[in-house]
């Protein structure tokens, strides 16, 4: 079966830090982009970060760029979102996410990707 499994989301106070881990099981992802995207209640699911299947490329949103930095592992078949100086509306349920045919850039857009983990908890206190 294939999954995504994301871990490390918790409870932190503005300006700390979380790192999310993404692991893929069930076949290897290490040839297609990897990502993350974000959902706050009531409001729509949004792109956060995306890394090519190399590693080389990655692309944020702006509210996060010089904040968050995305990288991967191909050979334990894994994503990270480190997170630093977070904010109170950084909070929302994080998603990892996985395309076999796209590229880091249209892996932005969430109807491209292929596979979707069951999302980790992010709540950033003031």
């Known amino acids: 079966q294939v999954q995504l499994v994301e871990s490390g989301g918790g409870l932190v106070q503005a300006g700390g830090s979380l790192r999310l881990s993404c692991a893929g099981t069930?076949?290897?992802?290490?040839?297609?982009?990897m990502g993350w995207f974000r959902q706050a209640p009531g409001k729509a699911r949004e792109f956060v970060a995306t890394?090519?299947?190399?590693?080389?490329?990655?692309y944020y949103v702006d509210s996060v760029k010089d904040r968050f930095t995305i990288s991967r592992d191909n050979a334990k078949n894994t994503v990270y979102l480190q997170m630093n100086s977070l904010k109170p509306e950084d909070t929302a349920v994080y998603y990892c996410?996985?395309?076999?045919?796209?590229?880091?850039?249209?892996?932005?857009?969430?109807?491209?990707?292929?596979?979707w983990g069951q999302g980790t908890q992010v709540t950033v206190s003031s």
């Open positions: 890394i090519s299947g190399g590693g080389t490329r990655t």
């Open positions: 996410a996985a395309s076999l045919r796209y590229s880091g850039s249209q892996l932005a857009r969430a109807e491209n990707a292929d596979y």
């Open positions: 069930g076949r290897t992802f290490s040839t297609g982009a």
